[in-house]
């Protein structure tokens, strides 16, 4: 697979959330010259405020050069391609308003990191920024490769920490897919970020959780259903992965 596009740090001088490049080694030098810290902050928030006022389309490395007050080749340097700068400057804004929650139950835990996910994306530019990444990358394989990479992983590595506390507080099964549940959680709300026919709030929030805790919560004192959440005749509880319950239960 070709370089994403995303550098590594320079030795010696560490870069904000710097990746080494695929087939590169962390720590492995780089050719070229030292980085200067001072340059990123400026083509960062150069690339951010861009972002936000034109979105990816809008955006060109030149415009960016001239608001950070350095050279095209000194982008270029670092980035690749105009879409790798914005993947960059995204999850610098976007990693820091998705904490890990822990609230000491599963239902809290989703609520609040949806909600977290809701409020980025209808409140900063990322929103924008999200919509407009994920329609650079159908197109642009190492944007999309990147991005699997820099922000879908990572995120749903955290979110996977979540289940694993319900399964540990006998929330919910150990056989529970987590993915399939990670999947239905920002699947729906990405679905009405990227089409906009319906909004996001807060009470959608709440009814994604409780339709995904009625197929995995287990019955109990653990998985018993708290304040607010909807009592749902029929639903399947504690089913792992795609099982159902037999016919007449």
Same mark, same amino acid.
């Given at each position: ?36 810290e ?17 979105? @990816?389309a ?7 050069a ?9 982008i ?14 995204f @999850? ?25 996910? @809701? ?26 490769a ?24 006998g ?9 399939? @549940? ?61 099982k ?6």
């Amino acid at each position: 697979m070709k370089s994403s596009g995303i550098p590594g740090s320079e030795p010696g001088i560490p870069h904000p959330d710097a990746h080494p490049a695929p087939g590169q080694a962390a720590g492995t030098p780089q050719r070229g010259r030292p980085r200067s810290e001072q340059a990123d902050r400026a083509i960062m928030a150069a690339a951010l405020e861009l972002l936000a006022e034109r979105g @990816v389309a809008g955006m060109s490395i030149e415009e960016v050069a001239s608001r950070a007050g350095v050279g095209k080749a000194t982008i270029y340097r670092r980035w690749s391609s105009k879409g790798a700068l914005a993947l960059d400057a995204f @999850v610098t804004e976007f990693r820091q308003q998705q904490p890990l929650p822990d609230t000491g139950t599963l239902r809290g835990d989703l609520r609040a990191e949806l909600r977290a996910w @809701v409020r980025a994306v209808t409140r900063t530019p990322v929103g924008r920024m999200l919509g407009d990444l994920i329609g650079e990358a159908q197109h642009d394989k190492d944007l999309s490769a990147s991005y699997r990479e820099r922000v879908l992983e990572p995120l749903r590595q955290q979110h996977r920490i979540m289940l694993d506390r319900a399964i540990a507080r006998g929330e919910i099964a150990a056989g529970t897919d987590r993915e399939l @549940v990670l999947d239905l959680l920002f699947g729906a709300a990405q679905h009405r970020l990227l089409l906009g026919h319906l909004p996001l709030t807060d009470r959608f929030v709440r009814d994604v959780v409780e339709v995904i805790l009625a197929g995995i919560q287990i019955p109990g004192p653990a998985g018993r259903p708290g304040p607010g959440s909807a009592s749902r005749p029929g639903a399947a509880r504690g089913m792992p992965r795609d099982k159902a319950p037999p016919p007449g239960t």
